[in-house]
């Protein structure tokens, strides 16, 4: 793929460009490339903004079929933008070009809660598919961090994740349909209001985790189960790493089922400690979360074994019961990241996977990594997944420092590969990670991973730039 | 896609043939065309029956890779072969060329039972799979209808269900990571004991139920969980299809998550009553099975909830609590396909998905399509995810019936297109089904799927013929 640049190729700037945009939309649905929020996403840390050259808000299909029809006659690089919460620059237009957000696409399209299911347009908050999901006695588990700003449409297409994970899985899992519009310009549907197809490809997988570089996907059916009657989380403390990790791996070893299996490093935790709800004792160094729920006596009787299994070696285990404890401790664990970012001002985070018996030794490699490049280093996440937020804390305004905490991140791509992990577990490549999966990845399989890339999207304008296996093919 | 005959462009009979590849893997993994076993599948009730040009049985990737390579710089067809237990003629060798079993390739790996995970060879069966993991505390879910006769690598390449996908999901919800031999020749790996990997395509997700037209399987990362300490399944009766689908309805509505959740209609039920444990009722002409799973309190106490709400408008409800019985009660299940295939000594079935709400519609349109066309008809399976066996009896011997069965297949597949629903739950598409998936997706879906196949295998040499998105694109 060739970069082109906004100004020069696409008619960047050029009044006719929002003219024939707001023809086939109509007026109110196009917005000049400045209008504010649309050059950037939560990479923007990391010093990245783009420039788009309009930005269009569709509110149908087939609004978002005709926009990218146009952009596909006219060569106009297209960035669709969900929430905004991508970490990897997904959705900053870098090329220029339109930015296509989702916002006004909303819409609930059904709702059967006692057929478990729902059909929502790609814009909605995923927040909002929670919320009614709950009202209605089910629940929707997928929980990435930023769910009251993401929208499903972006969850699905970076296949986010979130600390329930563990026992739910993540978003794809509860995706049983997509509708999508693919280059140049036509509306396809994959799966539906069903359970099971094996008819065809896996298209819908395909999409799902695509970052918007091979279609746009505009509405969703997903599946929905009976909320748990309650959620009884274990909080427990260790003095470090080693015992943390393997009261964690007790946990497996143990034959428990927890909803979650959280983890907080040494670093990670002394930048939240003060806002942990009951806090912690001072030679705590390592936090473990794990979550039993399901059905109230279940629930508790999980709890407890929990309790027993995350007990030796701790510091101190604590086990919540009360509803608003519970969601204090999660509001807590959603506010780490804010925290740890705090520290210094700035952060260089990434989400690499590990195999769980890596766990421990890519904990300790992080701050090592750090420590080589003079920076400081945490991790925290979904221990029982293997999926550690890396860490690099920096003052944004250092170049120098930006500089090493860029070389640090590669060499947490290289552990993770070494580990026979991967790269990315939550985040996706989007820009920043852009090429890394040359490490990860045997040369026939990036090579398809190119081809996927050019008959879906032939002309190189669906997020051009964005989740490229190879920099150089 | 044009199809070739054996004997023309490849080397078919040709002695050279067999010698070539007895000098890439060795004497004895080599067999002639005409070695027994190879021909057909489960599929040779319609009459589907192919002639290999030879038989290779390799003992290891590096070997599949030789002949993938072989074949593909030859211009000879390849059939990649599991346990030769798919209903779709997926692994027959219509082409002739050369069938590649994957027999001898039934290592373990890896197993590590304290971190819910085993590596194996793609031979391996199915059973062996649930067996290792029963006897390690855990539980490989998928437990598709022939075991003991399939290979993992066979399910996972049709991404096989099961009775217990309703609580579980589908083979593919297991499989962490895939190593595959792609063309011409190469071998990639993809994912790993990971459980969450979102840096490339999803080209796991697209090998999974690709049915050996995009490359061949040697290999899987399994995922696994602790098992559950007891199963306590409910057998219920039901005067007929309303009454029965009602029930079903109301355990969804009740917020109870089962394990399983079967039925059998009328016809089945009647072929296959005699050998239910406990019998049944004269008035029965329903029947349901759902089962309550997990740690041995919180699983009675389900029962007894499934009990309940499957209660009104039963002619009979029983909760099974002795393992013998409930062991007996799924042999009787797994027996069901060949209980209703004794009736007439034939039968054509298929796998349809219908959303959950129109079960109760595709169960009665089964029957009514087989008295338009003059069969008696009937259907069992996965009522929970809308999967039906919807089934045509025949006399195998009679060709008008078969040609009739084959017609009412057709109205089968537009039902289930009609219903918003899937040509195939289970079996894929294979060779009888090829071509049918243009009734379920739009044309840039198909083309789509049809430029997925041209990457993967730009010659058209692995497994040629199967899975067709259309016949004529």
Request: glycine share 12%; aromatic share 4%; with cysteine.
């Amino acid at each position: 793929l060739t970069l082109r640049g906004a100004s020069t190729e696409a008619p960047g700037g050029d009044p006719s460009l929002l003219r024939e945009l707001r023809s086939l939309v109509g007026e109110g649905s196009v917005l000049d490339g400045d209008a504010p929020g649309y050059a950037a996403d939560e990479s923007e840390g990391s010093g990245l903004r783009g420039s788009p050259d309009a930005v269009v808000l569709p509110q149908s299909t087939a609004e978002v079929a005709r926009v990218v029809g146009w952009c596909y006659a006219h060569d106009v690089p297209l960035v669709p933008r969900g929430g905004g919460s991508g970490f990897a620059g997904g959705a900053v237009p870098l090329e220029g070009g339109v930015v296509l957000s989702l916002e006004r696409m909303k819409r609930v399209l059904q709702l059967d809660p006692g057929l478990w299911r729902m059909r929502v347009e790609a814009g909605i908050q995923t927040a909002a598919v929670r919320r009614i999901a709950r009202e209605n006695g089910l629940s929707f588990p997928p929980d990435p961090g930023a769910a009251e700003q993401s929208h499903i449409g972006g969850n699905i297409a970076t296949n986010a994740g979130g600390p329930h994970a563990f026992k739910y899985g993540v978003t794809g899992a509860w995706v049983t349909g997509l509708q999508a519009v693919v280059a140049p310009g036509e509306v396809i549907d994959v799966g539906g209001p069903i359970r099971k197809d094996v008819a065809g490809y896996d298209l819908k997988s395909l999409l799902i985790g695509s970052e918007g570089t091979l279609g746009v996907i505009t509405a969703a059916w997903l599946r929905l189960i009976p909320a748990p009657e309650v959620m009884l989380p274990v909080v427990a403390t260790y003095r470090g790493t080693t015992e943390g990790c393997d009261a964690i791996r007790r946990v497996l070893e143990a034959g428990i089922v927890p909803a979650t299996l959280e983890y907080l490093d040494a670093g990670s935790l002394a930048a939240s400690v003060r806002s942990l709800p009951g806090g912690a004792a001072p030679d705590a160094a390592f936090l473990v979360i794990s979550e039993a729920d399901g059905e109230r006596a279940e629930a508790a009787r999980l709890q407890a074994e929990l309790s027993d299994v995350l007990r030796p070696g701790a510091v101190d285990v604590r086990a919540l019961q009360a509803r608003s404890d519970v969601e204090e401790l999660w509001r807590w664990r959603d506010g780490v990241a804010l925290a740890v970012s705090s520290t210094r001002g700035g952060k260089l985070s990434e989400d690499i996977v590990v195999p769980l018996d890596r766990l421990a030794e890519a904990i300790d490699a992080t701050v090592e990594i750090g420590r080589r490049h003079r920076l400081e280093a945490c991790s925290w996440g979904h221990a029982g997944d293997g999926n550690l937020h890396s860490t690099f804390l920096v003052d944004a305004s250092d170049a120098a420092e930006l500089e090493r905490a860029a070389q640090a991140a590669e060499d947490l791509f290289d552990l993770a590969a070494r580990l026979g992990g991967s790269i990315s577990g939550e985040h996706g490549l989007g820009w920043l990670k852009r090429g890394q999966l040359e490490r990860q990845w045997a040369p026939a399989a990036l090579r398809l991973h190119e081809q996927v890339k050019e008959i879906f999207d032939p002309k190189g304008l669906l997020n051009p730039g964005k989740k490229l296996a190879r920099l150089v093919a």
